[in-house]
């Protein structure tokens, strides 16, 4: 297909397992690890409650999609992406000590740049209709760093220092608990002043969910995955917020897992809390909504109504100072309805990108090639309702290769 048909689509949100993680969870006998089932399949075990008497899930299936990177070109060719921002799966190094944290950190860098790099070399010109076929640039990813408990500022900077000299590590990728304690954890201090400086992207996404997420029933992972995780990300970015880690690193750029879970839909909620509650209304330079306008959003919502909410959310966040501000907003808003406005009345698509959360959400079988979890969030982008042309492209891939400084 020629490259000026369709816009650029590029994955934000996709994961691997290198085969040196792989090899670090066969190790271990205590979650996270990789087990065999009895039929001989490898299954990985993230999460405590898939644990002990009781459980009620052991592990999801776990093979070649996770570590081979053929299969995630196969995957991307299959559903149309040109790019992938590739990052490190949870639960990333959280389980290790400092000293291991600090060797598999320095390991993991140079794996993730060695998987983007030497896809260039090896498929040079091959994909000559795709749109990366004049860089030859389809893969990018995030860095790790040691972030566990007793880690000192000076190991986490020195990872730091790494990532940023590797040319294809475009950001780093970021549990909810920091350095143990959280997002809101006043040692975190210089590391988010030392990413800010660096310019690169902090990727943050849920891994341990909520207590009670799986229920009593057998629920699977259904409770856990699609309300533990986000409920999750919504709490730890509210404290890393009312913490003023954006009053203070105005420049950090945060782009958060699945549109930021509830959060988009709960911000005058916790507005209104914030500016009732004596121990806090004073402590935030802005009202919280406009820090929404401040962050940025993977698209991974599954539903054109999620998606509109998270981008009206994002620009409200930009006409929240002022009155007049926002009824012109409004107006913007109402004249877009008849289609004829011109652009720029969703501006909250500045700050939402497509993404996949591969290669979790297989179809489950029989279901042909596509992933039901994909053509779901592309539809979504397709489906909001006033958005043109121009807000698609934004989301679908424009905004990732402004953000992450993409060369493709
Ligand atoms: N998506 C992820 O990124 N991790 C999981 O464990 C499940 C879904
Ligand atoms: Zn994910």
Redesign the pocket.
């Known amino acids: 297909m020629p490259a000026t048909t369709r816009p650029l689509l590029v994955d934000v949100h996709t ?1 691997i397992y290198p085969p040196s993680y792989m090899d670090l969870m066969r190790r271990r006998e205590q979650i996270p690890k990789v087990i065999k089932d009895t039929a001989g399949n490898e299954m990985v075990v ?1 999460l405590k409650e898939e644990e002990g008497k009781g459980a009620n899930s052991k592990g ?1 299936p776990v093979g070649p999609q996770y570590w081979d990177r053929a299969e995630k070109i196969k995957f991307m060719d299959t559903h149309g992406i040109d790019v992938s921002v590739v990052s490190l ?2 639960p990333w190094l959280d389980f290790l000590t400092p000293a291991e944290a600090v060797d598999a950190a320095r390991q993991l860098n140079d794996d993730m740049q060695t998987y983007c790099e030497t896809f260039k070399a090896d498929h040079a010109a091959a994909d000559s209709t795709s749109y990366s076929a004049q860089t030859g640039n389809r893969l990018f990813a995030f860095g790790s760093l040691p972030l566990v408990p007793g880690i000192s500022t000076k190991q986490v900077l020195q990872a730091l220092d790494q990532v940023k000299g590797h040319s294809y590590l475009r950001g780093i990728v970021m549990g909810t608990k920091g350095i143990g304690k959280g997002l809101d954890d006043p040692e975190m201090e210089p590391i988010y002043e030392a990413i800010a400086a660096s310019g690169l992207v902090v990727f943050v ?1 849920p ?1 341990y969910g909520i207590e009670n997420a799986f229920g009593e029933q057998d629920n699977g ?1 259904a409770l856990a ?1 699609g309300l533990g ?1 986000p409920f999750e990300t919504t709490i730890a970015i509210a404290r890393l917020v009312l913490a003023g880690v954006l009053d203070r690193h105005p420049t950090l750029k945060l782009l958060l ?1 699945h549109s930021a879970g509830a959060l988009p839909a709960l911000s005058s909620r916790l507005s209104s809390c914030i500016v009732h509650d004596p121990h806090v209304k004073d402590r935030l330079q802005h009202d919280f909504r406009y820090y929404l306008g401040q962050m940025y959003y993977d698209a991974v919502t599954y539903g054109p109504e999620e998606l509109a909410l998270t981008e009206r959310v994002v620009a409200r966040a930009n006409n929240y100072e002022s009155k007049d501000e926002q009824l012109a907003y409004v107006d913007r808003v109402n004249e877009r309805r008849d289609l004829t406005a011109p652009e720029g009345v969703f501006p909250g698509t500045d700050r939402i990108m497509f993404g996949t ?1 591969h290669p ?2 297989p179809p489950l079988e029989g279901q042909g090639d596509r992933w039901k979890s994909v053509d779901e969030n592309l539809d979504a982008i397709a489906g909001v309702a006033g958005w043109g042309d121009a807000e698609r492209a934004r989301v679908m891939g424009a905004n990732a290769v402004d953000l992450f400084g993409l060369e493709v």
């Open positions: 994961h993230l999801r799966a949870n996404h891994h992972h995955l995780f897992a959360d979790f959400f």
